[in-house]
């Protein structure tokens, strides 16, 4: 069965350098989505992209957040200046071409230490 | 008011028992309704995806939406420790996933 791919699995990173994290999304899937966890809460929506542009962003994607989707397989996210309340699990979810009202699936996530 | 409310558990059952986790939601405004499964150190698992009031069986899986009552429901029959996991129920939002806290569930043997 088709899956969404994260990496790497774990990230440690010093505060305030720069992280990419990457997904490969579902072939034939076209919306593409980040969430975070961080530990003990909720899944927490950080933006949505379709269409190579970004179509929803929550309040936690500030300007130290962006994303991209460099060629025809990769979606990455980018955070410029890690902060220590960064640490979390990112999740990457992509749904299919039919329209964003379908089920999204989610890779096993990468998680982001920062020290 | 929190947009989705879920009971964080733990639930602990003995195997064969029928589990019920449920969700409140506030915003009418969600159509679609989702559960997925997540394993420790693992992204959310799709299990049900549902629309419209009523109910989706899928296996020994069965989603139940209230629309009325703002209230959706999973049930898990004959379950198996297999089936240790958290539950996360998800209201989609246009373009992104409203989660509940997720239900910790344990079911021993």
């Known amino acids: 069965e088709p899956e969404v791919t994260q990496t790497p699995s774990h990230q440690v990173t010093q505060m305030g350098q720069e992280v990419i994290l990457r997904c490969v999304p579902i072939?034939?899937?076209?919306?593409f989505y980040w969430y975070r966890q961080i530990l003990g809460q909720k899944v927490e929506f950080l933006v949505s992209?379709?269409?190579?542009?970004?179509?929803?962003k929550s309040e936690i994607f500030d300007d130290q957040f962006s994303v991209e989707r460099p060629d025809g397989s990769n979606f990455t996210l980018k955070i410029r200046s890690t902060k220590l309340e960064d640490s979390a699990m990112y999740f990457c979810?992509?749904?299919?071409?039919?329209?964003?009202?379908?089920?999204?699936?989610f890779g096993d996530g990468t998680r982001l230490s920062i020290l | 008011q929190k947009e989705v409310e879920q009971d964080p558990g733990p639930l602990s059952v003995p195997e064969g028992a029928i589990v019920s986790l449920n969700c409140t939601y506030s915003?009418?405004?969600?159509?679609?309704f989702m559960w997925y499964r997540q394993y420790s150190r693992k992204g959310p698992e799709l299990l049900m995806y549902?629309?419209?009031?009523g109910n989706k069986e899928d296996g020994r899986f069965t989603a139940q939406v209230d629309k009325s009552s703002k209230y959706i429901s999973l049930f898990i029959r004959d379950s198996q420790p297999s089936d240790s996991a958290t539950y996360l129920c998800?209201?989609?939002?246009?373009?992104?996933?409203?989660f509940g806290s997720g239900t910790r569930l344990l079911v021993r043997p």
């Open positions: 979810a992509s749904s299919s071409p039919r329209g964003s009202n379908q089920p999204q699936h």
């Open positions: 072939s034939n899937h076209l919306y």
């Open positions: 992209f379709y269409n190579n542009e970004i179509s929803e």
């Open positions: 915003n009418s405004a969600f159509q679609y």
């Open positions: 549902t629309y419209s009031s």
């Open positions: 998800a209201m989609d939002s246009s373009y992104k996933l409203i």
